[in-house]
């Protein structure tokens, strides 16, 4: 079948190719008044029939346009365009494979300016920051949603999990007309909004509305995408509805309604399903992620609203129950440094939890100068759980050392409470304002939970050790942050200076009482100190800073310096003597350079240090005895990690070309980094504490490359290759010896996709991932492991209203132990045949269509060599129906 694809994908091409004729045609780009280049200006050409986009590029420092690419056509019409400035067009005959229309003139007429873009809108626009494609511009399938848009524009990549990067940056942030549209979830906008009603997508640096409104330059390792609604679909009713029923009970449920009236908007959402998607979905396909087995509800709502001319409101909320059941087992391979041991587990567990959430969202804006948000949320999250397991642990001789089993309940309730204020005051004009910030958090946690477990420990003391337990929580965390920045312009709108100072404080209250169960009562009522504790954990930050900036139109650096008052303070009303306070002050320091060399290329560099302290279980000397078979004592004397970073990033893509390459390369430095120390006695019974190690390091490196060829105005070839690389140099103890490792891991992966304008799109890939692993003790052996995956997506969409697409994967894992499954194959299918005026969907899915799942997997570490497989969704089939409705 493979064969087959390949074969025909290659006559294809060929036809294509033997039916399409090279075109080139370039030209410069002037002013008419004063003769100066214009860059980034868009010139594209479209086809006379149908004003299909055939090609587009951006015009360089010089005003140097080079359009390139082969066509069928014989004529085409040519579009120019540049905020400010007339659109020039005109009809190109391609009687000749080179065509250099010279110096063309572009008048500044802003009277006909706003008609003529309004008729002739350019499929890429740069203007300073800001980069937007103009959907109508880029084809998609029958009814398209904006992720299969977002998969058309150069330089976007969308990953199986809906995760979006824009040349190597990761998109934090989707809005849809300058607002967030429906929780944190970016896939609940890119996979439910259709793409007709999208006008223009713009992407802009991650900024929060504090620094929009105050002019900073924000995240510029972060991408925000806002989807821009046709006017005439900015007041309607749209949305869709869907079910499925399935083989072994399998089914879903999903409906959402949107109603828009220009700022008011409001959408309602709700869905159900048992096929691990925890998450809100119409089940476009099947995934293969997810261990176990769950079943999920959703309901939620989101409401947009200006209240006033300036002031906006947004509120949300939304409410999911998951209920999972899971089966895992593990064998793994423990390694000291004289011997090896084996410990092999079976675990059930099931779980039953209820999460409900609630933000809102208030932007008040006072005069043109002050700026107010705030932002308050709630969640309440109720879980019951169930876990039953056991574990025996082996010697290098297959002796039995210790062995024990056990079985949980628990109930636990959360309460969170977070707030958030921000005000933001310019003043004049050349870049002064004052920031300021509170936010403060309150969160209590409830839980109650028995346990019954049976621990035996052989050898020359045997020992064992049975409990049954009633434990009773009761947590409480409470947080308050302040943050005040003044911003100075000692030139103005180019050199600043901030005065800083961020405060924090955090406190934790932790009581847990811990009753044996009382035979004589029958009732657990006999109190356990050992298994109880009561204390309050204290964290006080104060730190002030000064930053220092410096703009110019292409680049930006600044550097910022700040000290750390550190007070930890942990109180034990159980154990008084192990009440602890430490004092740390410190130093931290971040830098940021960033040069852009032209709308198309950027890089990007930085430094810091961080100041990380030690976590409450680590310096806390409490002997915590809970698990029979690991005691863990915290290190009082322990120190906080400063942490160097290191990051330099270059990225470029060219429009003219279609081919964009990125890369960066990070460095991170560690003193006093906190690890555990173990001891194991002969029994394998371990006893854990901290320590501070120097020396450990890690450098991480990527780079990618990829290009599109436009093979034809219907066709498009699109190949990527990419490198990921790193080597980590840890410190670490086993069984009290202190040893080095060096792990070095190696990705490379190759994808195509080519794309024939509604016929099909067919997309292999493949990665290679090799790990290996070095000790500097001679017991302890080098480790490689290799693991091979290949992809191929595969979608048809003839005849006419029918769409058949493929997922099919391959992982073959040749290391993993004797008893698990080394390799499969993972095949999902859709079928979907649309009707009603494409409105209705009908589909077919087939989840693993060759029954070969499986999560098998191999974990390494310094440590151990883990083999785990857990319990997941085995082959099903499914048919759907979905509907589409609107009325704009």
């Keep these: 079948m493979k ?47 149908d004003s299909a986009l055939v090609t587009y590029t951006i015009s360089d420092k010089n005003g140097q346009f080079n359009l390139e690419g082969k066509t069928a056509e014989r004529r085409l019409n040519l579009y120019i365009s540049y905020v400010g400035y007339q659109t020039h067009y005109q009809t190109i005959n391609l009687d000749q494979e080179s065509i250099n229309l010279n110096t063309i003139n572009l008048k500044t007429d802003l009277n006909a300016l706003e008609e003529i873009l ?60 300058g607002k967030p549209f429906f929780s944190n979830d970016p896939t609940i906008t890119t996979r439910h909004l259709s793409k007709e009603i999208i006008d223009n997508i713009q992407i802009t640096d991650t900024k929060t509305k504090s620094e929009a409104f105050a002019g900073d330059e924000g995240a510029k390792e972060k991408k925000t995408v806002n989807l821009v609604i046709k006017e005439e679909n900015n007041n309607g009713v749209f949305g869709q509805v869907a079910a499925g029923a399935g083989t072994h009970e399998r089914y879903e449920l999903a ?42 509800q959703n309901y939620g709502a989101n409401y947009i609203d200006k209240l006033r001319k300036k002031d906006d409101i947004a509120a949300h909320y939304f409410f999911s129950n998951s209920r999972s059941e899971n089966e895992n087992t593990i064998q793994q391979e423990n390694i000291l440094p004289d011997s090896r041991y084996t410990t092999n587990s079976n675990t059930k567990s099931y779980s039953d939890g209820d999460n409900h959430s609630t933000r809102l969202g208030f932007n008040i804006k006072v005069d043109s100068t002050l700026l107010i948000n705030i932002n308050p949320s709630f969640n309440f999250i109720k879980n019951k759980t169930e876990t039953s397991g056991s574990q025996t642990s082996r010697n290098e001789a297959s002796t039995l050392t210790n062995q024990s089993s056990s079985s949980l309940f628990s109930e636990t309730s959360n309460k969170n409470f977070n707030n958030r204020l921000d005000v933001t005051k310019r003043f004049g004009k050349n870049g002064a304002y004052f920031r300021f910030n509170i936010s403060n958090k309150h969160e209590t946690s409830k839980s109650k939970a028995y346990l019954n477990s049976e621990t035996a420990i052989f050898g020359t003391n045997p020992e064992t050790i049975n409990r049954n337990l009633f434990t009773d929580g009761d947590q409480k965390s409470k947080e308050l942050r302040t943050y005040a920045s003044f911003r100075w312009p000692l030139m103005a709108k180019a050199l600043f200076l901030d005065f800083k100072f961020n405060y924090m404080r955090d406190t934790q209250e932790n009581t847990k009482s811990t009753y044996n169960f009382n035979p004589d ?23 002030p800073a000064l930053r220092l900036t410096y703009k110019k139109e292409k680049w930006s650096v600044s550097s910022e310096t700040g000290y750390v008052f550190r007070t930890l303070e942990n109180n ?17 320091l971040r830098s940021n350079f960033h040069y852009q060399f032209n709308p198309k290329s950027y890089v990007s560099a930085s430094y810091g240090i961080n100041n990380i302290p030690p976590q409450l279980s680590q310096l806390n000397p409490f002997q915590d005895v809970s698990d029979p078979l690991n005691t863990i004592t915290g290190n009082p004397n322990l120190k906080p990690t400063n942490n160097h970073s290191l990051y330099f990033g270059y990225s470029t893509f060219h429009f003219q070309k279609r081919r964009g390459f990125f890369s960066h390369i990070s460095a991170n430095l560690s003193s006093n980094q906190v690890v555990t120390k173990t001891t194991i006695d002969d029994n394998f019974v371990r006893n854990t504490s901290y320590a501070n190690v120097n020396g450990g390091y890690r450098l991480n490196a990527s780079s990618s490359y990829n290009k599109t060829i436009k093979v034809d105005s219907l066709k498009t070839l699109k190949y990527s290759v990419g490198l990921s690389a790193s080597t980590n140099r840890a410190v670490n103890f086993n069984n009290a010896v202190q040893y080095v490792s060096n792990n070095t891991a190696l990705t490379p992966h190759v994808g195509i996709t080519f794309d024939w304008d509604a016929i099909m799109r067919i997309t292999p890939n493949y990665r290679l991932s090799f790990n290996k692993t070095t000790f500097d003790l001679d017991n302890f052996k080098d480790q490689e492991f290799i693991n091979h995956s290949v992809g191929l997506q595969i979608t048809t969409f003839v005849p006419k209203r029918l769409e058949w697409r493929h997922v099919i994967s391959f992982n073959y894992n040749p290391n993993v132990a004797e008893g698990f499954q080394k390799s499969a194959w993972f095949w999902n299918t859709i079928l979907a045949y649309s009707m009603f005026k494409d409105q209705g969907t009908l589909s077919l899915k087939v989840y693993d269509l060759l029954n070969q799942n499986t999560d098998a997997r191999r974990i390494a570490t310094q440590n151990y060599i883990r083999d785990s497989q857990s319990k997941i969704l085995k082959q099903y089939f499914m048919l759907s129906f979905s509907w589409k409705f609107n009325d704009f």
């Design 572 to 588: 034990d009303f159980l154990r008084p003597l192990l009440s602890l306070k430490r004092d740390f002050k410190t130093l931290e």
């Design 3 to 49: 064969n087959c694809f390949f074969v025909f994908a290659m006559l294809c091409l060929t036809v294509s190719y033997a039916q399409t004729k090279p075109f080139k045609i370039s030209g410069v780009l002037i002013t008419e008044t004063d003769k100066i280049p214009l860059e980034a200006a868009t010139a594209h050409l479209e086809r006379i029939k």
């Design 521 to 543: 009562t029958q009732d657990f009522t006999l109190f356990d100190e050992d298994l109880s504790t009561d204390f309050e954990y204290i964290n006080t930050r104060s730190t």
């Design 255 to 296: 409906g959402m309604l949107n109603l828009f009236d220009n700022d008011r908007r409001l959408s309602v959402l709700a869905g159900g399903n048992n096929i691990n998607s925890p998450g809100f979905s119409f089940g476009g396909g099947p995934t293969s992620d997810g261990q176990g087995i769950t079943v999920s």
């Design 118 to 177: 309004i008729k002739f809108t350019p499929p890429v626009t740069i203007k300073k920051d800001t980069l937007k494609f103009n959907a109508s511009s880029f084809k998609t399938k029958k009814n398209a949603n904006v992720e299969d848009l977002l998969k058309q524009l150069p330089g976007v990549d969308v990953n199986d999990a809906g995760k979006i990067t824009i040349n190597g940056k990761e998109v934090d942030n989707v809005l849809v007309n």
